[in-house]
């Protein structure tokens, strides 16, 4: 296998998990850590039903390796995720010394990893990350739309149920 087919089968992996999120009403972000072609780490986001905002794709795959490898320090392992870290997940990848990050779709308000900023190869830190965007970019952005999409179809059918439910009610009292 080559590395682009295997970046796709573990990518595939993350959109896997992302869509676990979506299940719990989370946005949906997966991520696989994968140490010499062995998955040893899987999250997908937990935030809110973990009521932490810690709990990110990337921070639950890290803490499942760490725990699975006996050491904090990740060498040799690519961490998998379908969105472009932030910079919390960034800083955790540059301290766990990750060795490569492989990601799907850019985050144009948060990324870390060159869309905004760039922490994992920022020149005052002691590890530099590896990184590679746009690996099933379109599945992995797709998957962020359609969440958001539903999301706002969502609330706008609330706001409209609760308007007419009160214009019922004026009416009513006329």
């Given at each position: 296998?080559t590395q ?8 595939q992996?993350a959109?896997e998990l992302?869509?676990k999120?979506e299940?719990e009403?989370?946005v ?6 994968v140490?010499?072609g062995?998955v040893?780490g899987?999250g997908?986001?937990?935030l809110?039903g973990?009521h932490?905002a810690?709990a990110?794709a990337?921070m639950?795959?890290l803490?499942?390796a760490?725990k699975?490898?006996?050491n904090?320090r ?9 969105l472009?870290p ?9 301290h766990s ?6 990601y799907?779709?850019p985050d144009?308000?948060?990324g870390?990893?060159?869309s905004?900023?760039?922490l994992l190869?920022?020149?005052g ?6 990184y ?18 539903r999301?706002r ?5 609330a706001?409209?149920?609760?308007r007419a439910?009160?214009s019922g ?5 006329q």
């Open positions: 296998m682009s087919d295997l970046d796709q089968k573990f990518m992996r959109i992302a869509a999120a299940a009403g989370e949906p972000v997966g991520a696989v850590a140490h010499n062995v040893v899987e997908w986001n937990r809110i973990q932490d810690t990110h990337e639950m795959a803490r499942q760490g699975v490898l006996q904090y990740l060498l040799d392992t690519v961490l998998y995720v379908t472009e932030c910079p919390m997940c960034a800083a955790a990848m540059v010394r990750i060795g490569r990050v492989v799907g779709a144009l308000k948060t870390a990893a060159g905004v900023m760039n190869s920022y020149e830190v002691n590890h530099h990350v590896l590679q965007g746009g690996v099933m970019e379109a599945e992995c952005r797709e998957q962020l739309q359609a969440f958001f999409r999301r179809a969502e609330k706008k059918a706001r409209d149920a609760q439910a009160q009610e004026s009416s009513d009292d």
